[in-house]
């Protein structure tokens, strides 16, 4: 497995496991912290050994967004270049939904501006009472259309609520985040990894196939065009898994009740 600089990575069986680890900077995304998870995200399409994701970060923040000190330092020579260094940054979102792979995101503190898009890109967000998000882009002077938020927001609470927020900068508590739906469940920091470790393994259930397959359909049916696109892409799905050799073993594991064990 790669070595990263910025990112702690462990495999768990099928899960991996990624943290975020630049704690004295509530993780924030410099640029080699955003390669790496570019990186790592991209190259999930291909692996078949990782069934699940599971994001954090270190310390007391999942990710307070772009490291702007850095970014002080660095600056681009020209538009062309600074368009590359956006779209550097907007492709970990882009990988992340494009990964078959189902990411569980929990969010502990600050996940403000890209973090904030990190967290939205997750399958399923699980937080502690501290989480605080926001679109912070705006507070600095630049839009708060980035890293994908403008997609994700309206779609998840709603066009009023995502106006709100978005044309504010306002932090959006833990307790509002799980009224909107954007959490499932809000737990204490000592119960957060236990939450993740639960989901996880309810997915594990699934077949390999039939657990990549949801996440697609689900992906597609955001934008779908009407239900017999969708119920197109569910019967094609169904017709998939009940094709697949795992299909067997989820029947037996179901009526033997024990845990399934997939190839």
Not at 73 to 92: A, C, F, K, L, P
Request: charged fraction near 25%; include cysteine.
């Amino acid at each position: 497995m790669r070595e990263y600089e910025h990112l702690l990575v462990r495999k768990e069986g099928a899960v991996l496991w990624v943290t975020m680890n630049r704690p004295d900077q509530l993780n924030a995304l410099n640029p080699k912290l955003v390669e790496e998870l570019r990186s790592l995200f991209s190259e999930l399409y291909w692996r078949r050994d990782v069934r699940v994701v599971v994001l954090a970060g270190a310390g007391r923040a999942f990710c307070a967004g772009l490291d702007l000190k850095e970014r002080r330092t660095g600056g681009y020579n020209s538009v062309s270049e600074h368009m590359d260094g956006q779209r550097g940054i907007s492709e970990i979102v882009m990988a992340m939904r494009r990964c078959p792979q189902p990411i569980v995101a929990l969010v502990n503190g600050a996940a403000c501006g890209g973090g904030f898009a990190l967290a939205l890109a997750s399958d399923v967000r699980v937080a502690t009472p501290s989480a605080r998000m926001n679109a912070a882009f705006i507070r600095i002077g630049l839009s708060a259309c980035d890293v994908g938020v403008s997609y994700f927001l309206p779609r998840m609470v709603g066009a009023s609520i995502a106006a709100e927020f978005m044309l504010t900068g306002r932090f959006m508590d833990a307790e509002r985040a799980r009224e909107l739906g954007l959490f499932s469940r809000i737990v204490e920091p000592d119960a957060l990894e236990d939450e993740g470790r639960a989901l996880v393994k309810d997915m594990l259930n699934a077949t390999p196939l039939g657990l990549r397959l949801t996440k697609d359909v689900l992906n597609y049916a955001v934008d779908a065009q009407g239900l017999e696109s969708v119920i197109a892409m569910e019967d094609r799905n169904q017709v998939l898994c009940a094709r697949d050799d795992n299909y067997k073993e989820g029947i037996a594991a179901f009526f033997e009740n024990r845990p399934p064990n997939y190839s």
